[in-house]
C-alpha cells in the first residue's frame, strides 16, 4: 500500500474531510522524487502563462514514452517502512 492511514483525522462540519499526516512512506515518496520527469520532457503552454506539460492531451509522444519507461514499482519495503 503507497498510503499510510494510521494518522487519520476527520472533522463533519461544515463537510466531512479528512488529512492523514503523514500520508507516504519515505521509499515511496523518495522514488516518486527520483522518477519524476525532467522539465525537457515537457510541452510549454504560453497560452497559459508559464505552464508545461507532459500529458497525453498535449504532449502524446513524451508522456508515452515517459509512461513506457518507467514502470510502477511495488516493493515490500513500500507497506513495512516508518512513514514520513
Partial sequence: MYFNYDNVNFRYEPFPIGLATPLLYKDVYQEML??????????????FGRKYSLSEK??????????????????????TEPPL
Avoid: C, F, V
Fill in 34 to 47: 527520483d522518477q519524476y520527469p525532467g522539465l525537457e520532457l515537457s510541452r510549454s503552454l504560453p497560452e
Fill in 58 to 79: 498535449y504532449n502524446r509522444t513524451n508522456y508515452r514514452k515517459y509512461i513506457a519507461s518507467h514502470p510502477l514499482k511495488i516493493s515490500e519495503s513500500m507497506t
